[in-house]
């Protein structure tokens, strides 16, 4: 869906769109161009993530170019790692994503309303109060890897 909202918004040069996983579909989008003028990655990463569908909960916004895959987490960092400079390349819009409802409730409780923004991953502060990492148990991996072993293994 954000793929044909950003060219639907004048956005050329899309070659994928991809929300991983990880970011449980929604937080975590990563979008490749093949860049034709300067600008043009903040350009997508600004659509992409303002887009009906990229803003609903949004927290990444990764523009790669067209020769990595975006469905490739491995490739994406890699290409996080190797082709971006933080300090120049990475923008935060604090007051534009909608933070989740776990960040906002702790703030409010500790800090009143008026919560102090962060840009950090999670927070010293709430590392005690996060969840764990959502997964299934390893018996269920196993029942589910036995069960499609025939699909599984044609991948």
Request: glycine share 6%; hydrophobic share 45%; net charge positive.
């Given at each position: 869906m954000i793929w044909d909202e950003v060219e639907r918004a004048g956005l050329s040069g899309v070659k994928g769109v991809w929300c991983h996983e990880a970011?449980?579909?929604?937080?975590?989008?990563?979008?490749?161009?093949?860049?034709?003028?300067?600008?043009?990655?903040?350009?997508?990463?600004?659509?992409?993530?303002?887009?009906?569908?990229?803003?609903?909960?949004?927290?990444?916004?990764?523009?790669v170019d067209d020769d990595i895959d975006p469905t490739d987490l491995f490739e994406v960092l890699w290409a996080m790692c190797t082709r971006c400079d933080p300090a120049e390349d990475i923008d935060i819009h604090p007051k534009d994503v909608e933070r989740p409802p776990s960040i906002r409730a702790f703030r409010a409780a500790r800090h009143g309303t008026r919560?102090?923004?962060?840009?950090?991953?999670?927070?010293?502060?709430?590392?005690?109060?996060?969840?764990?990492?959502?997964?299934?148990?390893?018996?269920?991996?196993?029942?589910?890897?036995?069960?499609?072993?025939?699909?599984?293994?044609?991948?």
């Open positions: 970011g449980g579909a929604r937080m975590f989008n990563v979008i490749a161009i093949k860049q034709a003028y300067a600008g043009h990655a903040k350009q997508a990463a600004l659509a992409a993530a303002s887009c009906q569908s990229g803003s609903y909960l949004g927290r990444f916004v990764v523009v919560a102090p923004s962060s840009t950090r991953a999670r927070p010293f502060e709430m590392l005690k109060d996060f969840p764990p990492v959502a997964r299934a148990s390893p018996e269920l991996r196993r029942t589910t890897e036995a069960k499609f072993r025939d699909i599984l293994s044609k991948l």
